[in-house]
């Protein structure tokens, strides 16, 4: 599966973005997916994650009530809704792709596929 994201900018403190991740080669609608994020000098870090039935979804405590994923399996296509935007939300936004289960949402070593990323830039 090849992953597409976009949607990144630079934005000031309190705004919006929608990030989209769109998949092509594979069913998508099988896929769990997920977004992780790289702030410079640091690790990647888990973001958010949707059960490919869209039945479960979880996020990182740092940004829930602020973000929100979902997913329209008929476009092939994964998003993330950033509100509130702090200046630590500044990274590079990846999404990947899991094709087998896995318990564990928030484990990048769970996905087998990943995105180029996408740059979101958050100004105080």
């Known amino acids: 599966v090849q992953l597409q994201a976009s949607g990144g900018g630079l934005v000031q403190a309190g705004a919006s973005l929608r990030l989209s991740c769109t998949a092509s080669?594979?069913?998508?609608?099988?896929?769990?997916m997920g977004w992780f994020r790289q702030a410079p000098g640091k690790e990647r870090q888990f973001v958010a994650a949707?059960?490919?039935?869209?039945?479960?979804?979880v996020a990182a405590d740092s940004v829930k009530g602020r973000f929100t994923i979902s997913r329209d399996n008929d476009k092939n296509t994964v998003y993330l809704q950033m509100n509130s935007l702090k200046p630590e939300d500044t990274a590079i936004y990846y999404c990947?792709?899991?094709?087998?289960?896995?318990?564990?949402?928030?484990?990048?070593?769970?996905?087998?596929?990943w995105g180029q990323g996408t740059l979101v830039t958050v100004s105080s």
């Open positions: 990947a792709s899991a094709s087998k289960y896995r318990a564990l949402l928030s484990s990048a070593g769970g996905y087998d596929n």
């Open positions: 080669g594979r069913t998508f609608s099988s896929l769990d």
């Open positions: 949707i059960r490919w039935d869209r039945g479960f979804t």
